[in-house]
């Protein structure tokens, strides 16, 4: 049965950071893309961030750019997302979500993710 399990959400001031981790298992995802989606009440997900199996290959939202980093470890078929400079906007559900892809298309469209988390809760005090 394919998993996955966040961590590493908490409370936090503005311009902390904090370290997110997605724990894949079931199989093997060194052929999907994983990416990050996060939500507020009443809003609909947002695309983060993903990065290719390989791990060559990120995209990143623009209210993100430069502020946080998706990584991956593949020995350890886990996926991370490191934030800094954090913003009080940046409060939301995250999720990681996974989707088979060898080619490491990178899509930002939660409907092409087959796989989700039950997210973790980021809140980013002002």
């Known amino acids: 049965q394919v998993q996955l399990v966040e961590s590493g959400g908490g409370l936090v001031q503005d311009g902390g950071s904090l370290r997110l981790s997605c724990a894949a298992s079931?199989?093997?995802?060194?052929?999907?893309?994983m990416g990050w989606f996060r939500q507020t009440p009443g809003k609909g997900r947002e695309f983060v961030a993903a990065?290719?199996?390989?791990?060559?290959?990120?995209r990143y939202a623009d209210s993100v750019k430069g502020r946080f980093t998706i990584s991956r470890d593949s020995a350890k078929n886990t996926g991370y997302l490191q934030m800094n400079s954090l913003k009080p906007e940046d409060t939301a559900v995250y999720y990681c979500a996974a989707y088979y892809n060898v080619l490491g298309v990178l899509s930002q469209d939660e409907d092409d993710f087959d796989y989700w988390g039950q997210g973790t809760q980021v809140t980013v005090s002002s």
């Open positions: 990065i290719s199996g390989s791990g060559r290959n990120t």
């Open positions: 079931g199989r093997t995802f060194t052929g999907d893309v």
